[in-house]
Structures are given as structure tokens and as C-alpha cells.
């Protein structure tokens, strides 16, 4: 079921950089020479506080090296480095790098014929920690890529969604999809399941009221398939959640249909829900709100507040208060807007009559593939900006039929197709936004870019780094929106860009088709 193959001597002989994963003190630390987790850091605000390569100096950025993982085609991963060490995955496989030469340490691959996503791993405590295709958290050896302990994932049936797991104290976290979406914490000595919070309330459970159906909760929803974030001194950790089942048609489940569509606030302890904030209730459209929700302290309306923001699927931009989930602002950040007509002082969607699914189609805007998706946006405190990739355009939306009898937890009974409307047609969008207001500050198009689109990072050199679709990597200055360097990388980009040190020299990491790319100053080692 598993193998992993140990290559020549220990990273420690031949990296100066320790050879160990980090603590709890240094993952909440977030030392910049390190990229420890999916978002960089447990606030999601994928912002590198290293500025060697600046605006002044980017366009001596060049190749370093390349390393072509076997076998993969279009990676969603994101490298996390950890004392000089690169852990990079594909589906059931795990590759550390030397992070300064790209050379291989070991490879951990298992067998399954299983297919689906991975988009990374977690690093803490000398291990190594992934998600597998057959429903596995498996923990490595850091140093070996030996197996230390594998857990079955709980459920009937469960499907593991492919987000990268989230390791805080002594737990990793990881969403999953069996019914229904959930959020479990592993013992990350043992593997112990610790807690299991569901994402679709059983029958009396608190939320049940909003599924009035007839057993129209078993249809589930709510999947997990995302990383969270978390905030070490609240000791909450925040997850998003996706569509209701079936995704497109509402029938068979009239209510709000909690909680999917959320954002949840989880004690790390025991997994006990504190707040929600549901961005779009019984949605129709297939807008999964598991877009990264970002951490942040300002000063709000003259007072300082711990802070949420996420721009959503559903093409609003929202502030909430993280300590209880007072929505506090809500803007939208996309032109193409047709399915509501504001928000409530509540935050809830005042929704425009007319805009579901038809048997011959009915036009939205956004489309469905959203407003923006799960490619990650990122947070500049020195700009105070939140930067995301936004879609402007439309979506035909069309009922498979009138009388749809769901079979499955996976049944749709429709499809969308993009508005052959020349003024609706899908283009992508680099924006730079206001964090507070969700005002527009400035934005990049991404020519020929119009589907999803990777993620970004920004940086304290004053830069946002962005991929598009195309395979084009671009530097753009993070105050004004002008690009300052690009690099056409031969292969479509599906991941987000990061960020690290070694020996004093900053490297920015990026997994392109196939291949982990790594950047440098000309003239640096």
C-alpha cells in the first residue's frame, strides 16, 4: 500500500538550514525564510515579510532550478519549505527537495487507484503530514519519508477533497466529504481521531430546521475540500464550507440549508461551533464559499477589531468580526452582479427574483464558476490592499429537468455554459481592494485568462506575484498595478505562487503543470 525511497544521507549533512520540521511557537511564528503551510502562515494573508527582491531589482529575477515531478499533469499544490527543506506533492505521492538545488531527498508514494486532488502538505513536529486519495492522513518522517502512522479518515464512504491539511498544537486538521462535508482533528502523535464537527445538521441538531424538505438533508453537501486558517490567541479555527445537495436545483431542500455556504469558527479543542456567517443560503448556484478566509487586526470605525475578510464566490466582498461573526461590511467587487441586489445590515443577500436554473437556461452574473475561486488571494499589512483574482462575466444555467428526483449525493441535474454574449463573456482580473471598504484600488487583465487562475502572493519588496491560466508568471507592483517582470513558464498554472529563504537568499517557489519552478536574483547562489 505505501512505499517511500530514502536517497543518499540526511538533508542535515548537506544543508546549513536545520533538518527538522518546526514547533508550534515557530509555525504561529511564521519566520518568513520558511513558507510552513498552504497560506504561508495560520492567518491565510500569503504575504512574505522577506524584501531582497524588491521593484527595484525584479527584473534580474531568473530560473534557479526546475524539478518535474513524474507522472503529474496539472498540480494544485503549493511547496511548504521547513528548514531548508521542500515538501511538494501530487496526489498519494510527497517529494522533499534540498530547497536551494531542487535535488530529490526522498520520495513517499502510495498505491490506490483512487484518483482526485492534492494540493499540499503540513509540516510540524518532525513530520510530514498528507491527505490521500483512498481517505488516509498519513504522517512521515520529515527527515526519511518513512511512515510514522496512517488514519482511515471517519465516514461512510468518505472522500478526502484534496485541501492540504492544517497543523496547530498537537492536532492536524482536515476537511472531508463523505454525506456530507466535515471538519476533523487528528492527534498529530498518534493519528487519533480527536473531534468530527459536520457540516449538515441530523434531524434535531441545531441548523436541521433549515433543510424543510423531506429527509432533504441526506442529500447532504457542505463539503471541506479547502484549507482553513486559524488564530492561535482565539483559539478558533475558521473553515469553509460548500454547495447544498443537489448543488443546482432547490427544490427538494426549501430553507436556508445550513451550513453550507459558511464560514465556521471552530474551538481547535473540541471542535465546537462558536459562530457562522452564511454568505449565500439555499444557493442555486453552486457558489462554494471554501474561498480562504483572511486574518486580520485594524482599527475598524475607530475601534480595533480582530477581523475575517473573504471575497466570495458569490461576487460580494465581506468584513466580519472573527471573535463572534458580526458582519461588519459587504461590497460587491466584481461590475457583473445580476443575481442580488445588496446586502442586509445582516449581510444577507437580497436576492433577485428569477435568476434559478431554467429547462432552457437563465442567465447569472457572476457565472458559476464564481466571482473568484480557490485559487488563493493575499493580504499586504503595508498596503493595508487585499489582493485576489476576480472573473467579470456570465453563465447560462439549465435545469436537467422539471421534476428532478436526486439519486445520489453527486446529483446535479443540470449544467452551465458561459454567456455567448460578447459583454459576458468570462475574463480574469488581478484587483487590488481596499481591505476595510472592498473598495477597487487598481486592477491588472489578465489577457486570455478566463478560468479560475492561480493564486497570488504578495510580498514586503512591494510586489504581488500572479499566474494566470496561460502559464504566464507576473511581478506587479503591489501600490500601483504595474507589471514589472513575466516569465512564460510552457505550462498552464493551477497553483499559488510562495515565497522563502536559504543562506540569506530569498527564492520564490512556483508549481507549474508539471514542474516546481524556483526564482532568483541573477548573481545569488
Not at 459558511?262 to 443560503?281: E, I, M, N, R, S
Not at 480562504?292 to 480582530?306: C, M, N, Q, T
Not at 461588519?328 to 442586509?344: E, I, N, Q, R, Y
Not at 433577485?352 to 475561486?373: H, W
Request: with cysteine; proline share 6%; glycine share 12%.
Amino acid at each position: 500500500m505505501r512505499a517511500s525511497k530514502w536517497i543518499g544521507l540526511c538533508v542535515c549533512s548537506l544543508l546549513a538550514a536545520p533538518c527538522f520540521a518546526q514547533s508550534f511557537a515557530e509555525l504561529a511564528k511564521a519566520d518568513p525564510s520558511n513558507w510552513f503551510s498552504y497560506s504561508g502562515s495560520f492567518g491565510g494573508q500569503r504575504f512574505s515579510a522577506l524584501r531582497q527582491i524588491d521593484t527595484g531589482n525584479v527584473d534580474r529575477l531568473g530560473v534557479k532550478w526546475i524539478f518535474h515531478v513524474g507522472r503529474a499533469q496539472e498540480l494544485e499544490g503549493v511547496p511548504v519549505v521547513a528548514g531548508g527543506v521542500m515538501y511538494v506533492s501530487q496526489p498519494n505521492e510527497v517529494v522533499a527537495l534540498d530547497a536551494r538545488s531542487g535535488r530529490m531527498i526522498w520520495r513517499y508514494q502510495r498505491s490506490t487507484r483512487n484518483g482526485g486532488h492534492n494540493r499540499g502538505v503540513a509540516v510540524y513536529d518532525q513530520k510530514v503530514f498528507v491527505g490521500t486519495t483512498d481517505a488516509y492522513l498519513v504522517a512521515l518522517d520529515a527527515r526519511t519519508g518513512n511512515v510514522i502512522w496512517e488514519t482511515r479518515m471517519p465516514g461512510n464512504s468518505p472522500r478526502y477533497q484534496g485541501g492540504a491539511p492544517l497543523a496547530v498544537n498537537h492536532k492536524v486538521i482536515a476537511g472531508l466529504y463523505s454525506t456530507s462535508g466535515s471538519v476533523v482533528a487528528y492527534d498529530s502523535d498518534t493519528g487519533k481521531v480527536l473531534w468530527q464537527w459536520n457540516a449538515i445538521p441530523h434531524p434535531g441538531e441545531p441548523g436541521s430546521e433549515t433543510w424543510k424538505g423531506v429527509d432533504a438533508w441526506k442529500f447532504g453537501g457542505g463539503p471541506t475540500w479547502l484549507t482553513g486558517t486559524y488564530d492561535p490567541d482565539l483559539n478558533l479555527l475558521y473553515w469553509g464550507t460548500g454547495q447544498a445537495n443537489p448543488d443546482f436545483i432547490g427544490d427538494r431542500r426549501p430553507g436556508d440549508n445550513l451550513y453550507s455556504e459558511c464560514v465556521v469558527a471552530l474551538d481547535a479543542d473540541t471542535g465546537k461551533l462558536k459562530w457562522y456567517f452564511q454568505f449565500t443560503p439555499h444557493d442555486v448556484h453552486d457558489w462554494d464559499s471554501v474561498e480562504i478566509p483572511i486574518l486580520l487586526d485594524a482599527s475598524y470605525e475607530g475601534h480595533p477589531r480582530k477581523l475575517l475578510v473573504e471575497a466570495n464566490r458569490n461576487g460580494y466582498y465581506y468584513v466580519i468580526d472573527r471573535t463572534n461573526g458580526k458582519f461588519l461590511h459587504g461590497a460587491p467587487f466584481v461590475h457583473s452582479l445580476t443575481w442580488a441586489d445588496g446586502l442586509t445590515p445582516e449581510g444577507r443577500p437580497i436576492v433577485v427574483p428569477g435568476k434559478e436554473p431554467t429547462l432552457t437556461g437563465n442567465v447569472v452574473c457572476p457565472p458559476t464558476q464564481g466571482a473568484t475561486n480557490w485559487p488563493s488571494p493575499s493580504y499586504d499589512p503595508e498596503t493595508h490592499a487585499f489582493y485576489l483574482i476576480a472573473t467579470e462575466g456570465c453563465s447560462i444555467n439549465y435545469r436537467g429537468s422539471e421534476n428532478f428526483q436526486p439519486t445520489s449525493v453527486s446529483s446535479n441535474g443540470t449544467g452551465y455554459i458561459e454567456s455567448p454574449n460578447e459583454g459576458q463573456r468570462w475574463q480574469n482580473y488581478v484587483r487590488a481592494l481596499d481591505a476595510l471598504s472592498g473598495k477597487l484600488i487598481w486592477e491588472y487583465k489578465q489577457i486570455g485568462s478566463n478560468h479560475y487562475g492561480p493564486g497570488l502572493m504578495s510580498t514586503a519588496g512591494g510586489l504581488v506575484f500572479a499566474g494566470d491560466n496561460q502559464g504566464v508568471l507576473t511581478a506587479l507592483d503591489a501600490r500601483a498595478g504595474k507589471p514589472l517582470w513575466h516569465f512564460s513558464t510552457g505550462e498552464k498554472i493551477t497553483a499559488s505562487p510562495m515565497a522563502y529563504s536559504v543562506d540569506g537568499q530569498e527564492y520564490i517557489g512556483l508549481i507549474s503543470g508539471p514542474n516546481v519552478i524556483v526564482f532568483g536574483l541573477a548573481g545569488s547562489q
